[in-house]
């Protein structure tokens, strides 16, 4: 093992682009490691320009959260990474969950000299209703999301023909809450030619849901 650890030193010193090398020795740890099932083995340093935010995230910060998050990576550094996806046709990464981690780089100096303007990352395999669903799963297990953005996502996965129990299954979503969504959102009219499940629907009560809201 010692061997090894000063080959890989020397390399490592002969290396012109260390953060190169570090990304390859980290992906070459990845596809021999038992644990490659979870993206946690593999956290990659990625120049912030090839990392995207997506378009659907429904999490918003308070500016105050936001002071907290740079004062928690100004003293602790970064000790979460940004999850992403790699999009061919972007040929960038896409942030699933993380936007405001990477917007702490972005916005403060002192973390972007730090990081030598790169942001931890790790990359998961998912078409873009998974991609969405896994972005509200993150921000629901943290209570940190915004009903418009949920419209939006719901909204998207209706259309592309999920059912509600996909939905529900994929969203982490009571079945009440979900029907809750669709009704006071105005899902019924937007969606009044969509088959929804009879046994869902009775259920809905405009006073039980008013009650709820109070």
């Known amino acids: 093992m010692d061997a ?16 190169a090398f570090l ?3 980290r992906d070459f740890l990845f596809d ?3 644990e490659k099932d979870n993206p946690v ?3 990659l340093w990625i120049e912030k320009d090839m990392v995207v935010a997506n378009n659907y995230n429904p999490n918003s910060v308070a ?8 004062t928690s990576v100004r003293e602790d550094g970064y000790t979460q990474p940004i999850v992403t996806i790699w999009d061919d046709d972007l040929q960038k990464y896409v942030i699933v969950d993380g936007f405001h981690r990477n917007l702490i780089l972005r916005k403060y100096p002192d973390i972007n000299e730090r990081c030598h303007g790169r942001l931890p990352i790790v990359v998961i395999d998912k078409d873009i209703d ?3 669903a896994s972005t509200v799963r993150h921000n629901r297990a943290r209570g940190s999301h915004s009903v418009d953005g949920m419209v939006n996502i719901l909204f998207k996965m209706m259309k592309d023909g999920c059912s509600e129990k996909e939905i529900c299954d994929k969203l982490g979503l009571e ?7 669709k009704y006071i959102t105005g899902f019924a009219k937007i969606f009044k030619d969509y088959e929804y499940s009879k046994a869902v629907d009775k259920i809905i009560d405009t006073k039980t849901l008013r009650n709820d809201e109070d």
């Open 41 to 43: 083995e593999r956290v």
């Open 23 to 25: 990304n390859e020795l």
């Open 175 to 181: 079945k009440r809450e979900f029907v809750k969504m």
């Open 32 to 34: 021999i490691s038992p």
């Open 63 to 70: 500016e105050k959260e936001m002071n907290l998050l740079y």
């Open 130 to 132: 998974q991609r969405m």
């Open 4 to 19: 090894l650890k000063k080959q890989i030193r020397k390399q490592f010193d002969k290396a012109d682009d260390k953060f």
